[in-house]
């Protein structure tokens, strides 16, 4: 009986040894606080979803919401077409700065759009295609 029981205590040794061995080569779980989710072996914030539409302003304009939007530096802020028309979304730099607006991203109807990501902090002035800035939201970002 004893070369059974030591053949199977060799086994086991073996068993254990080839466990600790994958595991050790594995990435190990990262952990992430509420709001962001696992990237590699470190943390990335959850995208921040901006509905347009379907509601409208006085002016006959989609509505952003939740306006204003609240995100950190680089995290990314999708935007979700509800109207039944496609939409850009422009990023206003101000009236008499001679710089022109500029498309950030154009959303088909139903669809959701890529991410578009800010690298500093600051308050960002959006509004749709076929509106006026008056008519936009405002993206406050904030440092990480």
Not at 5 to 24: D, E, F, K, P
Not at 71 to 94: D, I, K, P, R
Not at 115 to 135: E, K, L, Q, R, T
Request: with cysteine.
């Amino acid at each position: 009986m004893r070369p059974v029981s030591h053949a199977a205590s060799v086994l086991v040794i073996l068993g254990c040894q080839a466990c600790s061995a994958a595991s050790s080569s594995e990435t190990p779980v990262v952990q992430c606080p509420a709001g962001q989710h696992a990237l590699s072996t470190s943390c990335a914030w959850d995208p921040v979803e901006v509905a347009i539409g379907p509601g409208t302003d006085a002016s006959g304009c989609p509505v952003f919401s939740p306006n204003p939007v609240s995100a950190h530096e680089n995290q990314l802020v999708e935007w979700t077409n509800n109207t039944s028309a496609s939409l850009t979304v422009f990023q206003f730099e101000g009236t008499n700065n001679g710089v022109p607006a500029t498309p950030l991203t154009t959303v088909n109807p139903g669809a959701t759009s890529g991410g578009i990501f800010w690298s500093n902090a600051g308050s960002i002035s959006v509004y749709p295609s076929g509106c006026s800035s008056a008519s936009g939201g405002t993206i406050i970002v904030t440092v990480n």
